[in-house]
């Protein structure tokens, strides 16, 4: 009687834990399907991050846990874009008209980069974020698996296209805030894009004194920025009557939705982004 007794709680707490773990899923789902107010269909967006924009750095189980949301960053992005999480290049299956965001992503496999190039030689339309020297908070050390990447992974892959990312030694404070063409962000140890002497072809025009790369890739396009921790809410939420109001501090996701918008509707970087 006992051990009927203790299968039947085994099992009414797994089912419970899956009814849990699906409410939250449905719950992120919602923040990534709502329409704008004018309820037209949202532009399709790809994303894969190392970043914890979705879950947090313990997992579904700690999320569940805590009762926690998404990281504002992708609750403020899911309100004008279709998100689909991808963790595999080559198993993804574009939309049709989708654009790829890739912030801070895992290093990929030397296959993987090969089919980013081609799908962007072919149209597709890529926004990378890729920092030199995360300082994103994290529970756990360098070099742990469930850390955010510290340093961005994609080095064949931008040489191929003609970049190099540094990070510039001179600046006597890591934080700093930058004016950005119209905008005022925010960030810390950002990198600096510059052009690789070996290559003739100039496809990457470096705007924003080197944060900012609008590369011209056969049919398609990529913009990269040289850094990560400009999406982090500490640098751009506020504080105080900031989030009572409800307006940033810092424009930071104003500008990431900026160069978005711009990729989407295949618009220049020089009037906007000029950095003074």
């Known amino acids: 009687m006992i051990d009927r007794l203790a299968r039947f709680g085994v099992r009414h707490w797994l089912l419970a834990a899956l009814v849990a773990a699906l409410t939250v899923l449905l719950w992120i789902a919602g923040f990534a399907t709502t329409r704008p107010a004018d309820n037209r269909p949202k532009p399709p967006l790809a994303l894969m991050t190392s970043l914890p924009l979705l879950w947090s750095e313990g997992g579904i189980e700690v999320d569940l846990d805590k009762d926690a949301a998404p ?5 403020r992005l899911s309100a004008h874009y279709d998100i689909t999480p991808i963790d595999d290049l080559e198993a993804w299956a574009p939309k049709p008209k989708q654009m790829l965001l890739l912030a801070q992503p895992r290093a990929f496999a030397p296959r993987e980069l090969v089919r ?10 890529a926004l ?3 920092d030199p020297a995360l300082q994103w908070g994290s529970l756990y ?14 080095s064949p892959l931008f040489a191929f296209w003609g970049l190099e990312l540094v990070l510039p030694l001179e600046d006597e404070v890591p934080a700093s805030m930058r004016k950005i063409g119209l905008f005022h962000i925010r960030t810390v140890t950002a990198g600096e894009w510059l052009p690789k002497e070996s290559v003739t072809t100039k496809r990457c025009a470096i705007l924003a004194k080197g944060l900012l ?3 011209r890739i056969g049919k398609g396009r990529a913009v990269l920025v040289a850094d990560a921790d400009f999406l982090d809410a500490a640098f751009w939420e506020g504080q105080g009557m900031r989030i009572l109001t409800g307006k940033d501090e810092f424009a930071n996701i104003a500008m990431l939705q900026a160069l ?14 000029v950095g003074k």
């Open 71 to 75: 990281h504002p960053a992708f609750m």
């Open 260 to 273: 978005l918008s711009a990729l989407h509707d295949n618009k220049g970087l020089d009037g906007d982004f």
């Open 128 to 130: 990378i974020l890729a």
């Open 141 to 154: 050390r360098l070099g742990d698996k469930r850390r955010p990447l510290f340093t961005s992974m994609l």
């Open 213 to 215: 790369a609008d590369c």
């Open 116 to 125: 980013l190039d081609n799908w962007v030689r072919q149209g597709g339309l």
